[in-house]
């Protein structure tokens, strides 16, 4: 945690902040959307963005994406397929849309990604709502801090695909880490997002 929040600029906005982040990652928010379009998700620990990629295309990191403007990505409501676990309740589940709404990103079968069984593969696909490896369950390390960037505020999000137990990491390219528990201290595991939305 003292990796993500070592700027500290606290404004009086922190309590709109902290109602912004129950909204979006806490157990009994089930009723949560969230609609966050034309964002770049960036690696907290590599500062890549995940790749826009074409259909077929494994799931990766691209370099300088933020000075370049490019690879941007779409988060949109899924229909929930279920809740993550007991301790987390139901988070606000998305699609991530890498591009347009046609391509998505969907987590492979256990045992199929670079860290053998603990591991998927990820992959860019056609969008379906119906496919539960598409669907991801939105968490929060840390509250958002102003931190200047005109496109808004800094999250620190996490993803969670409840369909194959896996956390979106971005450790060896992109792969799902087989957890019950996505860590909140794991930098590889935690997406940087730049908005002023918040979910509905």
């Known amino acids: 945690m003292r ?5 500290h600029i606290w404004k009086p906005v922190v309590s709109l902040l902290a109602l ?8 009994g928010t089930a009723s949560a959307t969230i609609s966050w379009p034309h964002i770049q998700m960036v690696n907290q620990e590599s500062q890549q963005c995940l790749y826009a990629g074409a259909i077929g295309v494994g799931g990766t990191t ?9 690879e941007w990505i779409n988060l949109y409501p899924a229909t929930p397929r279920e809740a993550w676990d007991s301790t987390h309740g139901t988070y606000a589940q998305v699609l991530i849309e890498t591009g347009d709404w046609t391509r998505c990103l969907a987590t492979g079968d ?3 990604g ?6 998927t593969f990820t992959l860019t696909v056609q969008c379906s709502e119906q496919d539960p490896h598409q669907v991801w369950a939105m968490w929060t390390a840390a509250p958002p801090q102003n931190v200047g960037n005109p ?5 620190f999000i996490g993803f969670y695909n409840p369909a194959t137990h896996t956390c979106l990491d971005g ?4 792969y799902g880490f087989y957890a019950s528990d996505c860590s909140k201290t794991n930098s590889w595991q935690i997406w940087n997002i730049y908005t002023n939305l918040g979910s509905g």
């Open 3 to 7: 990796k993500l929040l070592r700027h």
């Open 20 to 27: 912004m982040t129950v909204l979006v990652g806490t157990a």
């Open 62 to 70: 691209v370099p300088g994406c933020m000075a370049r403007g490019t």
């Open 110 to 112: 256990n045992g199929s």
């Open 114 to 119: 670079p860290n053998g069984p603990m591991s």
């Open 151 to 155: 496109a808004g505020l800094k999250h």
């Open 171 to 174: 450790g060896w390219g992109v």
